[in-house]
């Protein structure tokens, strides 16, 4: 592989707009299928090595054929983006320029981040590995997905057919944590969050149903007040903070690294259970989503006209349900805290939390020895992924799922996930191929 190569193949598959909507009939699958063909042709080694399988529509299952028979392993990435319009961007969101030189020049476009750097820089890992002849022991499946960032039904049937096939999976990565700097307490060294679980993404509806009348007349609580009240209520009530197994493992990891007092906090973390706690909270929204459930207003209906109360006022709320925790619980919570029977909650669709992948073991241990050699100095520590990844429809299939994408983000690079100028350093991309590379050499 040269890397201007590489470099040009990205920019070519960030130039494609395969953006993933919830409306099934308005997304542009042409554009997919032009991804599709534009792998084929800018990867040929992989185009006519492995087999490749098209998954409900548009999810593209690649297998490399290993020597012998054996659990397989699967790295998955997804080619679908959110939408992005152009206004707010500093380069547009679909031309992939480049600025800058050297170690500082970006990459700017929908979908560096997330996701087709990583379903890019695995196809180059692949096809270089390819070139010098390498040979798997046992099948690596690639599986990049048309519908992550919306019904995620590519997933879902990826995992029904390795399951058919009675497969289980010896590691299965998918994005998730990436190698970030200062964003844990005393931890100078960058960290290597390989997420171990993922909470359940569940989506609840806050229903107020009452008789509407002329807005002259209002009585003393409409729908609306109704409403805005529980809303409210909700944010005057976070969700308890609690520790799991994958916590404390995280913990142990930074107690070894961090320095002064969060050393020694992070060490004894069962003792300062609640001082971690209240300092994760305070600390930023990430660290703060990592102890407790979420649940974030997202939409808000209500009214026909000015001039008549509504009859029917709804929120929809994302929730992300905390490792520990379940649906029921997180829901039971939302109605206590809400203490208005006239609220109705409606569980659109519900997802219970990812069981924990153990941070020992042969996979873990790969995952960790491949990162060191790639990004030497790298503090390695297991975590639970907030938000939701395709990953977690194969862990019916495999006890070994982590979550983990081997580029640096900085804060204001992870910001930029789902809003405007998405970004990435060229070298980041590079030193995530070698990775992905290694990975495979490995197996
Ligand atoms: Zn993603």
Redesign the pocket.
């Known amino acids: 592989m040269t890397t201007a190569r590489a470099v040009a193949n990205l920019r070519e598959l960030l130039r494609i707009p395969t953006v993933s909507r919830l409306e099934t009939d308005t997304t542009k699958w042409e554009h997919f299928d032009d991804f599709i063909e534009t792998v084929a042709r800018l990867y040929p080694l992989v185009h006519s090595t492995l087999e490749m399988q098209l998954i409900a529509g548009h999810t593209m299952l690649f297998r490399w054929p290993g020597g012998s028979p054996g659990a397989p392993s699967v790295l998955m990435a ?1 080619y679908d983006v959110v939408p992005a319009e152009a206004a707010g961007w500093d380069h547009p969101p679909f031309a992939a320029e480049l600025t800058g030189e050297g170690e500082e020049q970006l990459v700017w476009g929908r979908g560096t981040l ?2 087709k750097g990583a379903v890019a820089a695995i196809l180059e890992a692949v096809e270089a590995q390819l070139g010098v002849g390498h040979a798997p022991v046992h099948d690596i499946y690639l599986s990049f997905g048309h519908d ?2 919306t019904n995620g039904t590519g997933a879902k049937a990826v995992a029904a057919l390795l399951a058919s096939r009675g497969i289980r999976p010896a590691l299965v990565l998918d ?1 998730g944590g990436a190698i970030v700097r200062g964003a844990f307490p005393g931890v100078t060294a960058p960290v290597a969050a390989i997420g171990v679980s993922e909470k359940g993404t569940t989506v609840v509806r806050l229903v107020v149903e009452q008789a509407g009348g002329h807005a002259s007349t209002p009585p003393k609580v409409t729908a609306t007040t109704r409403l805005s009240r529980a809303v409210v209520r909700i944010g005057a009530s976070p969700f308890p903070a609690g520790l799991n197994p994958a916590m404390i493992g995280m913990f142990g990891v930074l107690g070894r690294h961090a320095k002064g007092g969060y050393g020694f906090a992070f060490r004894n973390a069962r003792l300062f259970r609640p001082l971690l706690l209240a300092t994760f909270k305070r600390l930023s929204d990430e660290t703060s989503a990592m102890t407790r459930t979420t649940a974030a207003v997202t939409m808000l209906e209500a009214g026909m006209a000015a001039n008549a109360l509504a009859e029917r006022a709804t929120a929809t709320l994302s929730m992300r349900v905390a490792v520990g925790s379940s649906v029921a619980a997180s829901v039971e919570h939302l109605r206590r805290a809400i203490g208005d029977a006239r609220v109705t909650l409606e569980v659109v669709n519900a997802n219970e939390p990812s069981p924990i992948s153990p941070a020992r073991g042969t996979a873990w241990e790969l995952l960790a020895a491949t990162i060191e050699r790639t990004h030497p100095g790298t503090v390695v520590t297991p975590y639970v992924q907030t938000g939701a ?1 395709d990953s977690r429809q194969l862990t019916a299939i495999s006890d070994h799922v982590y979550r983990f994408t081997p580029f640096e983000m900085s804060k204001p690079q992870r910001d930029t996930l789902h809003a405007v100028n998405e970004r990435m350093h060229v070298a980041t991309y590079l030193r995530g191929i070698e990775f992905y590379s290694a990975l495979v050499a490995a197996l």
């Open positions: 997804h997330d996701d992550e960032e994005e990844t």
